[in-house]
């Protein structure tokens, strides 16, 4: 259904929504509140202690606006009860045109600084009397452009009303599991109440989308015990030969992981394995033991990685340790030679490994014998893509990594077409990276940190999570930074690197950066999956809050990876709470896993298994903090309806028309 279709919705504010990626009114019902206000609990701001955030109802007396301030801002005064106080809003100029005199309520955290009196940061505002009707909660939306709060709240009543959802989970299991009707479940989360309304319709709702997601999973790992077809006669102690040719020592964990391996592919069933384990863990080395059994066994391997530079990488190391075996590399710089040449020889056999990127899943290459396939970084590949890869060769055995941890719970709910294995230990020799939390007043020291680390030919990272600045102005963009520390960093050659610059333009970029044509470069998370840059000792990193805890580890992974002591640096664009709480997790701990484990706690498991994690799926669901009770009564769903008698494609084809990315795997 249309948003055009809704009443009020013109098409002025159609491309407002569209800005939100809200096409359909379906779309809307799943535009959840980021937040709720209690219209009943009004505090004033001389009850409020430091940090506090609060509801409250004030008078504005006047609005100032300062744009050329090192940080721009609107400032507010404003009258409670005869008191004064302000409300300031840094770097989000649009507020001035929303804002005037008159009686409005604010949502905000309360800093009483310095003894400077009461103030208001970034409170988010409503005029008095256009909620003074509202009773209970109050649903608060993202917005983007010139939408309002009154008017999201209106189309999405209309959507929920128009577009009823209805339930994928069969009724009999509905009525056994005492699961409300769907379609209430988002009224609730629209129009709660009470608090209690918000948590059972979230709850209700996160069961419908997983129960969907686990359901097509369920279809996909159908084969998962087919019977091996493809013959490894490598012995353990010629295993070990090959282990010898790495220059260390293989850790405990390595060990492990090579043993499961070598036992996988020498079992009745085919591999469907998940290698997972933390930055700088030696995952790669492992995956290089399996193809070793696979080419010695007179078969073909593959391993593809998401960027060039990785697959490069990749390929040098290949043509290290398997000097007596035709390996080449595939990508989609290849010259269109090579690239022919590659082809024939992966057909006619000639070429026993390649690496590469997407561009090894094209449909006109094609092997001879392809019989283990590998995918290194798996969290940046689709579903689809690592089945297409699998399905070049007849009973290929899938060894597929990731530096994203993920515990084994979830791993084994979310990854349930995979055995898992997890190296959990580091290298004895690799030096854990040194993390601080940099304080504004600080920031002109650390850069002149960074100079001193590039005059003894030491590198750094700087990375924004942004390309470019957002409308309100309070996320750095890495162009923004980029032509900053130009002026700041005289002498020092700085690059840029960013998603929608050319892959060619990328690879050159990160080769000159290893090669130490640069001495600084600002990017975007493309580097969160690139080369090892020994003498980048140095991660910088903007809005760290804006980044989840496992992504920031897997950032912080990038140095640290030669001898020196490394070092990372995370700037914070706002000093709330929960912003300090996250944070204090990254600083004082190493262990990836521990990490994923915090992100899962403070986040909920809708954001930690969010779209970094699995593609679009669950994407619509991250701004709720779901329960993670939620995906163990959805398993529980699903076994039982694979189990009884009914209609399991069905399941799998409503799963499939809602996940995109699963849609050519469930289908087919």
């Keep these: 259904m249309k948003l055009s279709s809704l009443k009020y919705i013109s098409e002025k504010r159609e491309k407002q929504f569209n800005k939100l990626n809200i096409f359909t009114a379906e779309q809307l019902c799943r535009h959840f509140p980021r937040d709720y206000l209690d219209v009943t609990h009004v505090t004033p701001v001389t009850a409020a202690y430091h940090n506090d955030v609060i509801l409250t109802l004030c008078e504005v007396l006047n609005v100032e606006v300062n744009r050329y301030a090192r940080r721009p801002f609107v400032k507010a005064l404003c009258s409670q009860n005869g008191c004064l106080f302000t409300a300031i809003w840094f770097n989000q100029p649009y507020v001035a045109q929303k804002l005037g005199a008159g009686e409005y309520l604010f949502y905000g955290r309360v800093q009483n600084k310095y003894g400077l009196g009461c103030s208001m940061v970034n409170p988010t505002f409503e005029p008095a009397d256009k909620v003074r009707n509202l009773q209970g909660l109050i649903p608060v939306y993202p917005l983007s452009g010139e939408l309002t709060q009154g008017v999201v709240r209106a189309a999405v009543r209309q959507a929920v009303a128009a577009v009823p959802p209805h339930s994928a989970i069969p009724l009999p299991l509905c009525k056994k599991y005492s699961l409300i009707p769907l379609a209430?479940?988002?009224?609730?989360?629209?129009?709660?109440?009470?608090?209690?309304?918000?948590?059972?319709?979230?709850?209700?709702?996160?069961?419908?989308?997983y129960f969907m997601l686990i359901s097509a999973f369920k279809v996909i790992k159908g084969g998962r015990d087919d019977a091996r077809l493809n013959k490894y006669d490598v012995t353990y102690a010629r295993l070990n030969g090959f282990l010898s040719r790495f220059p260390f020592t293989f850790t405990a964990g390595q060990k492990a992981a090579v043993d499961e391996i070598y036992s996988n592919l020498r079992s009745p069933h085919k591999m469907n394995r998940l290698l997972q384990g933390d930055v700088g863990s030696g995952k790669t080395a492992v995956a290089l033991a399996a193809i070793y059994m696979a080419v010695e066994s007179g078969y073909q391997a593959a391993m593809t990685a998401p960027t060039e530079v990785l697959a490069e990488q990749n390929a040098a190391l290949i043509k290290k340790y398997f000097p007596d075996y035709a390996s080449a590399s595939l990508t989609g710089s290849t010259p269109a030679a090579e690239k022919r040449a590659v082809k024939r020889g992966l057909a006619d056999g000639s070429v026993k490994i390649v690496c590469g990127t997407h561009a090894v899943l094209q449909p006109d290459v094609t092997f001879k014998n392809l019989a283990l396939a590998v995918c290194d970084e798996q969290h940046r590949f689709g579903v689809a893509q690592r089945s297409s890869l699998a399905e070049k060769g007849e009973g290929c055995d899938v060894l597929i990594m990731s530096a994203t941890p993920i515990?084994?719970?979830?791993?084994?709910?979310?990854y349930g077409d995979l055995d898992v294995t997890t190296i959990k230990d580091k290298p004895a020799s690799r030096k854990p990276v040194i993390t601080s939390v940099?304080?504004?007043?600080?920031?002109?020291?650390?850069?002149?940190?960074?100079?001193?680390?590039?005059?003894?030919?030491?590198?750094?990272?700087?990375?924004?999570?942004?390309?470019e600045g957002d409308e309100e102005g309070?996320?750095?963009?890495?162009?923004?930074?980029?032509?900053?520390?130009?002026?700041?960093?005289?002498?020092?050659?700085?690059?840029?690197?960013?998603?929608?610059m050319k892959d060619a333009e990328k690879n050159e970029v990160m080769n000159d950066f290893k090669q130490k044509k640069y001495d600084c470069l600002v990017s975007t998370t493309v580097i969160e999956v690139g080369v090892d840059v020994p003498d980048a000792t140095t991660m910088i990193i903007y809005n760290a809050e804006r980044f989840g805890l496992s992504q920031l580890h897997q950032l912080r992974g990038r140095v640290g990876r030669g001898e020196k002591q490394s070092y990372c640096f995370l700037l914070p664009g706002t000093d709330g709470e929960e912003a300090r709480q996250r944070l204090a997790v990254i600083k004082n701990n190493t262990d990836g896993f521990a990490i994923a484990e915090e992100d899962l706690k403070m986040r909920g498991g809708g954001d930690f298994m969010g779209t970094r994690q699995s593609g679009r799926i669950l994407s619509e669901i991250k701004n709720l903090k779901f329960p993670v009770g939620a995906v163990f009564t959805a398993k529980a769903l699903s076994d039982e309806a694979f189990s009884g008698a009914f209609d399991t494609r069905l399941l799998a084809r409503l799963a499939a028309e809602k996940y995109e990315s699963l849609k050519d795997v469930v289908l087919n």
């Design 474 to 500: 309070t996320a750095m963009s890495v162009t923004e930074l980029y032509e900053e520390l130009c002026g700041k960093l005289r002498g020092l050659k700085i690059a840029l690197l960013h998603g929608k």
């Design 407 to 414: 515990p084994r719970t979830l791993s084994l709910i979310f």
């Design 184 to 209: 209430r479940a988002y009224a609730m989360v629209h129009q709660p109440d009470t608090a209690k309304d918000v948590e059972e319709g979230s709850f209700r709702i996160a069961v419908e989308e």
């Design 438 to 467: 940099i304080p504004e007043r600080k920031i002109e020291d650390m850069y002149a940190y960074v100079v001193r680390r590039a005059r003894e030919g030491e590198q750094t990272y700087f990375v924004c999570p942004r390309i």
